[in-house]
């Protein structure tokens, strides 16, 4: 196969956007690039790639593969995702879907036992869990389609944290801990982030991953075709399928990341900017924003406000779960779900004083949990922009390190509605339109969006997985009303996803007063256990060029201005 033949996207277009003429945002005064990334060894490497010449784009790449790299239980090589980039020369915007399909083996009923019942875990953890990667096949791409640098310069911070190292760090350290016994039944996984008697290492201890910085060395040198082909695709296939799963070389050879037009809307006067299927991260924004539009939130009080809010979210999770897939399998009403229209329809069945049950909304037939995927959020000096989430899944993926190749497997299979109504990994259920099927993307909710107003820009995005979209709908309204990139990213969050049907919130999300309002209009309130999400945020103000990065005070990551 040609190499060139890799840089080949599709412009595959099943998902049409609501299309209104792109306005180039004028910047009145120079500003600096920006880079907030979830651990700052990856926002460093971005750096690194702006001060050598490179835009935004190389600087994406670099951050990513050095996320592969020191935050592995979040996204790498073996996983996918989704990059929403503006290019400012000429305002062309687009995504770069490189999200995980399914290996043409897979089928409907793969994770089904005999009597119908899901297997459990079989979606999960282990090789048959794994999608076939995209993340090799986007730097590729993103490198000779928009980037200024070679992959040998981009890939070079991460192939040196891969083999120098770099010190074990509290919060991976605990991850580890959580993980141990999966991590301990793949050797290659456990010689890695285990000691040699199979404990828990020192904080301080170096990380060191030589098969890791070997293939994405080869990355560096060959491009994707040294992923996809040879002797690296031939390790993971026998890998993959010594342990249960089954990938074909044929299933590598043929990756392609696809490129989507982004969804875009309009809410008070901004544009929102946000992944199509198959994710359902826009649409869901998008949904829930137009069906806000039709309040004057700014007049009401604080509970009535949160509490339409979560009545959004509701519908907005509730299509998700109705109606949305793989663009490339399955027809999506898109136009409708987006359109101002439908949503003056969601609006009607809205009260403003009483929580709509869930099952009074027609749809399907629950706990979340879990971790992880990450988020970076990158601005040049030029006024280039990428907004990216990616991820292997859950922690550590499927927990499976591929002999050889130091790429843990990704276990996104349960993004797949595994059984129609059967929740997965993060409570969400699904239709047939998201049944699993041979070289199908399953639908994800990462959700990376620039909010862009007359004044000024936001590039936004999270991990959390069904919680994903909430963030970004918080998110929004908070900067919309003013909330600086570090307000943005620390604000106290609450979630509703339809399905379970209650609204779970963090401590200090709600005062006592709007606890006692949201009960007494129905809402089922739960107090969450933990912290969500690890969002990643930029923020331009266009008249001044004051630029401003913010890492998620929830996690370790580190937002830098250049
Ligand atoms: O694509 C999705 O929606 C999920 N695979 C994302 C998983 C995730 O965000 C886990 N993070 N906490």
Redesign the pocket.
Known sequence: MALAAWSGGLHADEAPPLSRPHRLAAPAAPHPGAIASAYPLATQAGQEMLAHGGNAFDAAVAVSAALAVVEPT?SGLGGG?FYLLHRQSDGFETVVDA?EKAPAAATRDMFLDSAGNPVPHASTVGPLAAGIPGEPAAFDYLARKFGKLPLKVSLQPAIRLAREGFPLYARLQGAIRYKREELIRSPDAARVFLTADGNVPEIGAMIKQPDLARTLETLADQGARGFYEGRIAQDLVNGVRAGGGIWTLADLASYRVVERKPLIGEYRGARIISAPPP?SGGVALLDALNILSGYDVAKMDSATRKHLVIEAMQRAYRDRAVYLGDPDFVKMPIAQLTSPDYAAGQRSSIRPDKAMPSDMLPGVETSPG????THISILDAQGNRVAA?F?I??FFGAGDMVPKTGVLLND?M??FSIKPGTPNA?GLVGNAENAVAGNKR?????TPSFIETPKGLMIIGS??????ISMVILGTLDYLDGMNAGEVVAARRYHDQYLPDVVEYESGAFTDEEISRLQAMGHKLELSGRLW?NMEVITWDFASGKVAAASDPRGVGEGLVY
Do not use: A, H, K, V
């Open positions: 979040s995702g999200r994710s879990g971790q992880d995927t989430t991820s899944n859950l996104t349960d993004d993060f399953p639908l994800s909710s990462m991990p959390g997985g069904s919680y994903i999400g």
